[in-house]
C-alpha cells in the first residue's frame, strides 16, 4: 500500500516546491504540511486540494495500488 504523505512528498519535490510553497498554497502552517508527510491516511477533502494544487490525481494513484493489492489476492487465492 502507498504511504500517502510519503508520496505526497516526491510528488511535491518532482514539482520543484517544498513544504513551505505547499503551506502557502493548500494554506496552513509549514510544520502541518511536515505532519502531512508523516501521515499514512489523508482525509478526502486536504488530498483534493494536495491533489489540485500540485496538479496530480493521487486518488489514481492509490487506486491502482488497491488493484495491485487485489491481484495479488486473487492470485493466492488461486493458488489454494
Avoid: T
Avoid at 496552513?28 to 494544487?53: A, D
Amino acid at each position: 500500500m502507498i504511504h500517502i504523505g510519503q508520496h505526497i512528498r516526491e510528488v511535491l519535490e518532482e514539482r520543484g516546491h517544498n513544504a513551505s510553497w505547499l503551506a502557502d498554497m493548500i494554506p496552513c502552517e509549514r510544520s502541518n504540511v511536515y505532519n502531512i508527510f508523516k501521515r499514512g491516511s489523508v482525509g478526502i477533502g486536504l488530498l483534493m486540494r494536495i491533489s489540485e494544487v500540485l496538479g496530480h490525481d493521487f486518488f489514481a494513484d492509490l487506486s491502482a495500488a488497491l488493484s495491485c493489492q487485489l491481484e495479488e489476492g486473487d492470485e493466492l487465492d488461486n493458488q489454494k
